[in-house]
């Protein structure tokens, strides 16, 4: 038995840390293991959705960083184009 997908909040409705929160005491409920296999399904679906989520919401932040700090994960810096300013080098876009 699964919420149905309005009761089921959206990525914005839901923090990082509720998700989180959520997905310990599902763990937690699944751990004890004298549950229903139903119930024990629903959870584990729950559980992949939260997870899911949680996962996509710290990409997302990871991303936000990185333009922040303006340096990649190898440590260049990052620069972005203007619009309609000359290509800074002769360099085909992705060439290294």
Known sequence: MTAS???RPSDNDESFEASTERLGRIVEE???GDLPLERSLALFEEGVALARRAQAQIERA???VEELLGFDAQGRPVTKELAGAAPASSKPQGAR
């Open 62 to 64: 990871e991303r936000r």
């Open 30 to 32: 699944l751990e004890h």
């Open 5 to 7: 997908p309005a009761e």
